[in-house]
């Protein structure tokens, strides 16, 4: 014999009216109860499907109760069925199964439904990215508990790419020079901090970190002689060319003006040597500025933390090193 759906303590869905919705029209009681009006019923499943984002009633155990349609096209048109994505399915198992696959924000998802569920927060919210292969998206998860004698939540998913898009735009807009793109000074500033902080479980020795300071050598002639435009053309190609050989790790830096500098992290006394004799070959290229070759090098000061030094000590010494190349180059004939 079948299971009434209408038992005491469990969400009253039903598939309603000609379109086979499904609907919901409150809770059981712990009496027999008729079966809902059909009106009644086309109403709830109505003001679910009017959601514009896709949302699901989930139950106590993680099945799936009841979906909109905004749920069920968004699964088919990611390449989903409703069997896999709609009523019935157990979404804790199928963010269990994605958080052990290695996927971080199924593990936060599972985390959030279950403590609604639990009585822990009146609301859960996490932001994660949700690519697809033409576009990068962002959706904002809400789970919300549905009141009532068994623990149940409402989830929605809202596509907040635009938001987030200009949020991150605005983020690296901060951080970011605005000529040449590399990082700015407040930027450069946290990413040393991040260098300096030790890795629990580490070595010290293996989290010694390098840095390199940069001032372009005569590099006030070619605003004079050029003009800035021509001065900003020559900024923008050193940050190329800096760009081309660093490694993945390392951050590159415009501190201002004519002055650059990088963050090289993990990185032993030879490695730091040969990021130096990189950055000096790629800089020693000429410049074609205003059909004029011209030679535009740099002063480079490296200097490779010690433990326990702070990132404030190790800039001062990246920078003084540079004054020091700097001074002992200051003989030299400035670009015709």
Not at 58 to 86: K, P, Q, S
Not at 126 to 145: I, M
Not at 223 to 233: E, L, R, S, V
Not at 239 to 253: E, K, N
């Amino acid at each position: 014999m079948s299971t009434s759906p209408w038992r005491a303590g469990v969400p009253l869905l039903t598939v309603a009216c000609e379109s086979g919705r499904m609907g919901c029209d409150g809770w059981a009681s712990t009496t027999p109860a008729p079966p809902p009006d059909p009106l009644t019923v086309c109403v709830w499943a109505n003001l679910l499907d009017a959601m514009p984002d896709a949302t699901a009633v989930m139950g106590h155990d993680g099945t799936i109760l009841a979906v909109n349609n905004a749920w069920r096209m968004f699964g088919v048109d990611n390449g989903g069925t409703e069997a896999a994505t709609g009523v019935g399915i157990n979404y804790l198992g199928v963010c269990r199964r994605s958080a052990a696959a290695g996927c971080r924000d199924a593990a936060a998802v599972h985390e959030a439904l279950e403590l609604v569920l639990k009585g822990a927060t009146v609301e859960s919210l996490l932001d994660y990215p949700c690519p697809s292969p033409a576009v990068g998206r962002w959706f904002r998860l809400r789970v919300t508990p549905i009141a009532g004698p068994t623990a149940s939540v409402l989830i929605s998913h809202t596509n907040i790419t635009e938001q987030k898009t200009l949020e991150l735009e605005l983020e690296r807009r901060a951080s970011s020079d605005p000529l040449t793109g590399l990082a700015n000074r407040a930027r450069f500033l946290q990413k040393v901090a991040s260098a300096a902080t030790p890795r629990p479980g580490r070595r010290r020795d293996a989290d010694r970190y390098g840095l390199l300071y940069l001032d372009l050598d005569f590099f006030k002639p070619i605003n004079d002689t050029f003009g800035h435009a021509a001065g900003d053309q020559v900024l923008q190609t050193v940050a190329a060319r800096l760009s081309d050989v660093v490694r993945p790790q390392d951050t590159i830096a415009r501190l201002g003006g004519d002055e650059f500098a990088i963050v090289a992290p993990r990185i032993s006394a030879g490695g730091l040597g040969t990021l130096l004799a990189r950055v000096d070959a790629a800089l020693a290229e000429p410049h074609l500025v205003h059909g004029n070759v011209l030679s535009v090098r740099a002063s480079v000061g490296s200097y490779l933390a010690k433990q326990g030094q702070t990132a404030a000590e190790s800039l001062e010494h990246a920078d003084q090193a540079m004054y020091t190349i700097k001074r002992l180059r200051s003989t030299r004939t400035p670009p015709s």
